[in-house]
């Protein structure tokens, strides 16, 4: 990663509609050979990709009765992600369903196999309908991911296969406005990784342009607090924002993390689990004293930050299993299920592959 990705120019969402019936798929064939065509992938890849999705809906219209929606997205990458999620009974047997040619009245069938065979990456996640009386999501999750270039075998492209890191971004605006306050910035040096994840003060074009044109400040500052610091200087003469700065190092081994204002980050480690809140205010308007958080990890952790329009009140036992996955089917997942619809939203998820 020699660049700063900034999410509002290389995490969008394309498309996003229900699953009802097969007309879903007219649409979304259109969609996906637009944006197959524009990423320069090539004609086999395309005609992957459009199998992949035709067996996304008709399991969707199948198992889980049409009550599903599917979305296509790009990531930095260039990449082309097929999310899928569907609100249906959920699947007893995952390893089992996934293999080709498997198929029973209660699972999604043969489709699963396929999935994984045509896609560059295939990542699944489902849960069963539980006694409990609390009200949880049940259902299945599907990402299909494409890379340009030539496909790999066993699903393990990725476009930086060198990286000790796995990176899930979730970026959408208020109703799916054209403008986002949310914003996430990624450098990765060696064997560090530093992010900047803001969330401008209200909504739309302005809280947008609150957080642009701060990519500089990751790889020059000294560390965290330092890039806290020059940000909060940055946003001295705007509306304001709220942010959560976060840097990985794989060689060490630590985690730090500094924020201000209101939104929340989670650590990850086998079965333990930290979460964190943040020092009340605004950057570039008052706030109180921000101090870093300094963690030290063995070989493997998720991070997550999000801004307030993820909803903090999940549990992490009402997702068996899945902080276990790949980092951007979570960051769908979350995105998808977990949303305040009346705020911007965004989720930076970060995997240590070390």
């Known amino acids: 990663m020699s660049h700063v990705i900034d999410s509002i120019r290389e995490c969008k969402l394309v ?41 996304i809906v008709s399991n969707q219209i199948k198992y889980a009765e049409g009550k599903g929606v599917i979305q296509i997205w790009q990531q930095p990458g260039p990449v082309l ?8 009974p959920g699947i007893p047997d995952l390893h089992a369903a996934e293999a080709d040619g498997f198929s029973t009245a209660n699972t999604l069938g043969k489709g699963l ?45 990725s476009a930086d296969n060198n990286s000790p890191f796995d990176i899930g971004l979730y970026s959408r605006a ?6 986002c306050g949310d914003r ?54 705007t509306r304001g924002a709220v942010a959560i700065i ?17 939104m929340h980050a989670h650590f990850f480690e086998q ?10 205010g605004v950057l570039g308007k008052e706030h109180k004293s921000a101090a870093s958080n300094i963690l030290k990890f063995n070989q493997h952790g998720l991070i997550i930050t999000a801004s307030d329009g993820i909803r903090r009140n999940w549990d992490s036992n009402n997702f068996p299993g899945l902080f276990h996955g790949h980092p951007q089917l979570i960051a769908y997942l979350l995105g998808n299920i977990m949303a305040r619809i009346s705020d911007d939203q965004s989720l930076c998820v970060v995997s240590l592959n070390h």
């Not at 295939?122 to 991911?145: D, F, I, K």
């Not at 079965?271 to 009340?280: D, L, M, N, R």
Request: proline letters at 3%; a negative charge.
């Open 15 to 55: 498309y996003n509609t229900a699953v009802k019936n097969e007309s879903a798929m007219i649409l979304l064939r259109s969609k996906l050979a637009a944006i197959s065509t524009r990423l320069g992938f090539s004609d086999l890849k395309r005609e992957n990709i459009a199998l992949v999705a035709s067996e």
């Open 81 to 88: 992600d097929i999310f899928a999620l569907d609100f249906g």
């Open 113 to 157: 196999g396929s999935i994984h065979r045509l896609s560059d990456q295939a990542y699944l996640y489902s849960r069963q309908e539980g006694s409990s009386p609390v009200r949880r999501w049940n259902g299945t999750a599907v990402l299909a991911r494409f890379l340009p270039g030539a496909r790999s075998n066993g699903n393990t492209a």
């Open 174 to 179: 208020l109703s799916d406005d054209r403008f």
């Open 184 to 237: 996430v910035y990624l450098h990765r040096e060696g064997a560090k990784l530093r992010w900047l994840h803001l969330d401008g003060l209200g909504h739309g074009e302005e809280a947008e342009k609150t957080t642009a044109n701060l990519a500089g400040l990751l790889p020059r500052c000294a560390d965290p607090a330092a890039l806290l610091t020059s940000v909060d200087k940055e946003l001295h003469h």
């Open 246 to 262: 976060g840097e990985v190092d794989i060689v060490a081994k630590s985690l730090e993390i500094v924020g201000v204002g209101d």
């Open 271 to 280: 079965e333990a689990s930290h979460k964190y809140s943040f020092a009340p």
